[in-house]
């Protein structure tokens, strides 16, 4: 007869895991220059699914030691729906592009939405990781894993800025041939009436973006990292333009032909403050498109290496 009795259930390393893992999400949750979530309904959802995503991640360890193995793999299972939050968070951001002065572009919507996607799994993982440590230590020592677990994962989750792998200085705006809109000696756009030349030279700043290494080069050729850090700024600082007003729109141009993996930014922004908008493209996140481009950084190397040895040989 007592070998027929179920295991006790382990409330403790539940409630420990679920708060632990509720509160990572919580922590995760910023409303700021990105604008979403914005609203009651978005914190509401967002929550909502970091306390699931806790649940399942504090009920798993507790379902195999209580032997409950078919609630441990429909837990597996409801894991793998979390899949749908990056596709339900993509569409929302596509849904209101259209209606941003300055797009973010693909490869920002896909990061925000991975991002979202992954700040589950951040729960998940650190619920699990205290109700884990509460089963076979102790209450105390379950509750201190899981804060360590969640300092550790909110640090981790941090990512990289622009800042880290490029500099920015302030350029000087001027016109080449009459109507070439140029940032020091990066050519950004034809501006063809007058009145728009002279608000560019009026109230207009360049912003030169200097890469620190070869993967600062390879992040910055990315085109979605460009447009990233044009929407960033504009979103942060302001910008003056309106829908039809091409030539006041913000920009983020290669130098070219020089092709030296340097890169300007012309902006006619609402308040001109320049060390604010050198602050707003050093805080830009590197976008996961941008990061994966170990060719590139090699590349770069290589060149480099060989103007090393050529001018050595030339002294």
């Known amino acids: 007869m007592g070998g027929g009795s179920k295991p006790p259930v382990h409330w403790h390393a539940i409630v420990i895991g679920m708060i632990v893992g509720t509160l990572s999400r919580l922590l995760t949750l910023r409303s700021d220059y990105r604008q979403y979530p914005s609203t009651p309904a978005g914190y509401v959802s967002a929550l909502a699914l970091g306390l699931i995503a806790s649940f399942i991640g504090a ?94 994962l909110v640090l981790l989750a941090s990512g990289r800025r622009v800042g880290q792998v490029m500099v920015a200085r302030v350029g000087k705006i001027w016109f080449k041939e009459q109507s070439l809109l140029m940032v020091d000696d990066c050519m950004m756009m034809e501006v063809g009436l007058r009145e728009s030349q002279e608000k560019w030279l009026k109230e207009g700043v360049g912003i030169m973006i200097e890469p620190r290494n070869a993967k600062g080069q390879a992040v910055l050729w990315d085109y979605s990292q460009r447009q990233a850090i044009a929407h960033d700024v504009a979103a942060i600082c302001g910008v003056q333009t309106d829908v039809g007003y091409p030539e006041l729109t913000p920009l983020v141009r290669m130098t070219m032909p020089r092709g030296d993996g340097t890169a300007a930014l012309a902006i006619i922004p609402v308040q001109r403050d320049v060390d604010a908008l050198i602050h707003a493209v050093h805080n830009v996140p590197v976008l996961e498109t941008a990061k994966g481009h170990p060719i590139t950084g090699k590349f770069f190397d290589r060149q480099r290496g060989r103007e090393r040895s050529g001018g050595g040989e030339a002294s």
Do not use: C
């Not at 993509?90 to 693909?106: A, M």
């Open 59 to 152: 009920e798993f360890v507790p379902a195999l030691v209580g032997k409950e193995y078919t609630a441990a793999t429909f837990l597996t299972v409801a894991a793998t729906q979390f899949r749908d939050v990056r596709k339900m968070e993509r569409e929302t951001l596509k849904n209101i592009e259209g209606s941003t002065l300055v797009e973010r572009g693909p490869g920002y919507i896909e990061g925000i939405a991975k991002v979202f996607e992954e700040r589950n799994y951040l729960a998940m993982g650190t619920a699990l990781v205290g109700s884990t440590v509460e089963v076979y230590f102790h209450l105390i020592w379950g509750a201190i894993a899981g804060l360590v677990a969640l300092g550790a």
